[in-house]
């Protein structure tokens, strides 16, 4: 059983940075993939980035490429997820999710998720 609490998000100019965390529960944890999921009012929950077990494989989604980046830490049982040049796209309620299956970018992939944190970039 894996617990997982995010918390970092807030209201940032677009251009701006922010810095997620998800404290996980658990000393299971490093053997899970974790990832990064956001939703948007109105739209699907999606894939944001994942990073596997040992950290040795990271994946990102197109839209987090070059921007966001994707850590974790297994001594601390923690998630990171650094988002650099916001913009108001980016706003979403963001989820972290921890999972064994190799199909990181998949929803259902991940047997644990947290409630979210809320990120609002402005123009």
């Known amino acids: 059983q894996v617990q997982l609490v995010e918390s970092g998000g807030g209201l940032v100019q677009a251009g701006g940075s922010l810095r997620l965390s998800c404290a996980a529960s658990?000393?299971?944890?490093?053997?899970?993939?974790m990832g990064w999921f956001r939703q948007a009012p109105g739209k699907e929950r999606e894939f944001v980035a994942a990073?596997?077990?040992?950290?040795?494989?990271?994946i990102y989604a197109d839209s987090a490429k070059g921007r966001f980046t994707i850590s974790r830490d297994n001594t601390k049982n923690s998630l990171y997820l650094q988002m650099n040049s916001l913009k108001p796209e980016d706003t979403a309620v963001y989820y972290c999710a921890a999972g064994r299956s190799n199909r990181v970018t998949a929803r259902s992939a991940y047997d644990y998720w947290g409630q979210g944190t809320q990120v609002t970039v402005s123009s």
């Open positions: 658990g000393r299971t944890f490093s053997m899970y993939a």
């Open positions: 990073i596997t077990w040992s950290g040795g494989s990271i």
